[in-house]
């Protein structure tokens, strides 16, 4: 059974850093791009960033030198670095496995992620 787990959301101040994490399980982790994506109300779920079994990155340009996404292969984790949050940062991110917007992968259960001053 495919298990994605994320963690670390909660309430920041705008300017303020929040790290989540994602822990995977019933998957060989280290075969699999990963990805964090994000859903606002009232809008699409989206891209935020995502890191191929090598190592690649690629991030929405909204998050660009804000965001950091990061693997852990030794502990089936990856990690989403975010600084300098934006009210509109507010969403509840997901976790990715493979391409599960595409039907080939697997989502997580979603943390959300309040800008509140």
């Known amino acids: 059974q495919v298990q994605l787990v994320e963690s670390g959301g909660g309430v920041v101040q705008p300017g303020g850093s929040l790290r989540l994490s994602c822990a995977a399980s019933g998957i060989v982790f280290s075969i699999y791009p990963m990805g964090w994506y994000r859903q606002a109300p009232g809008e699409q779920r989206e891209l935020v960033a995502r890191?191929?079994?090598?190592?690649?990155?690629n991030y929405a340009d909204s998050v660009k030198g804000r965001f950091t996404i990061s693997r852990d292969n030794a502990k089936n984790t990856v990690y989403l670095q975010m600084n300098s949050l934006k009210p509109e940062d507010t969403a509840v991110y997901y976790c990715?496995?493979?391409?599960?917007?595409w039907g080939r992968g697997y989502w997580g259960q979603g943390t959300q992620v309040t800008l509140s001053s």
């Open positions: 990715s496995a493979g391409y599960p917007d």
């Open positions: 890191i191929t079994r090598e190592g690649g990155t």
